[in-house]
């Protein structure tokens, strides 16, 4: 399995290669987009400090059938960083401008980690009216605990942290020694121990053009939110995965699972890259998955 660690310049090569393009929000931010194909939508939305570009070996692939879009979220990437507007909601309300703007219609949505926060807040928000069906890579409903909630309701939530936690975190995200403290999270949490060197060292590069302080605010936000009331409401057929050796416990993914009527849900074993990022470590199996569901092939 391991001969598909390449470097993601080098994947596919003959495969449509993805255009870098930009979008201004209302309030002016300047959003960048990966695109390539055509056919129907497919728009990614990465998670917290991540980049449009950690997509490219599944736009490489997926854009022989579909119309393939990766969004840098303001302050990620190659996107502009503003010093406002570090929240869940704002990021959703993107989201929305961006689709509006391009007129598109009848998209699936793909959200990894705090991306599937957006998408959540974004149907919250905006209804699901130009969403044909989602895909949630690997989200806790609710990354911080109450202090008198059961170990179980822990497990069911993916809760990370308590309150106090969060703020400890926080603090040694802005700290003079925060890109150490973001390298080691990447190399010790979030991947798993097979995962080349080199290709963590990209991961991190991705991560790093997210400022700390930024990056602190939005996790703020993005933690503290407990989805679960919105989740129970969702009617959009829905392809979930997870991972065992993940930060959030795998039965959160299949709670979610269980509270949307249309869904189709995959645990990534360890021994399958199944890890975080479980797309980059078995991009093989993580396309397979994806395409059965996008063509209508949703049995587990």
């Not at 080098?10 to 390539?36: C, Q, W």
């Not at 822990?154 to 990370?160: A, D, E, I, Q, R």
């Not at 790093?208 to 129970?232: C, E, H, M, N, T």
């Amino acid at each position: 399995r391991y001969d598909l660690f390449i470097k993601p310049d080098k994947i596919m090569a003959n495969d449509m290669e993805p255009v870098d393009r930009y979008f201004k929000t209302s309030d002016g931010v300047s959003l960048h987009s990966l695109e390539a194909g055509s056919g129907d939508i497919l728009l990614f939305i990465p998670g917290w400090s991540q980049s449009a570009r950690l997509f490219e070996i599944l736009i490489k692939d997926l854009a022989k059938d579909y119309w393939v879009i990766a969004l840098d979220m303001r302050g990620h990437g190659e996107s502009e960083k503003p010093d406002h507007g570090y929240r869940v909601s704002r990021f959703a309300a993107d989201v929305f401008e961006f689709i509006e703007d391009r007129k598109l219609n009848n998209l699936t949505l793909i959200g990894h980690s705090m991306g599937c926060a957006v998408i959540w807040s974004f149907l919250d928000l905006f209804s699901d009216k130009n969403i044909q069906q989602i895909v949630l890579i690997d989200q806790a409903p609710s990354v911080v605990a109450w202090p008198n909630w059961s170990e179980q309701e822990k497990h069911l939530c993916g809760s990370l942290h308590t309150p106090e936690s969060l703020f400890n975190t926080l603090t040694l995200l802005t700290s003079p020694d925060s890109a150490q403290h973001r390298e080691n999270y990447i190399r010790e949490k979030l991947l798993t121990q097979n995962y080349p060197s080199e290709l963590a060292d990209w991961i991190l590069s991705e991560n790093l053009k997210f400022p700390a302080d930024y990056a602190a605010r939005l996790l703020l936000d993005g933690s503290v939110q407990d989805w679960r009331d919105l989740i129970q409401k969702i009617n959009l057929p829905t392809l979930i995965f997870g991972a065992r050796a993940s930060i959030f416990n795998p039965l959160s993914q299949i709670w979610i699972s269980q509270q949307i009527k249309n869904s189709t849900i995959h645990i990534f074993d360890e021994t399958e890259g199944g890890s975080h990022f479980m797309w980059l470590e078995n991009p093989e199996m993580f396309l397979k998955l994806l395409r059965d569901f996008l063509s209508g092939r949703r049995s587990e």
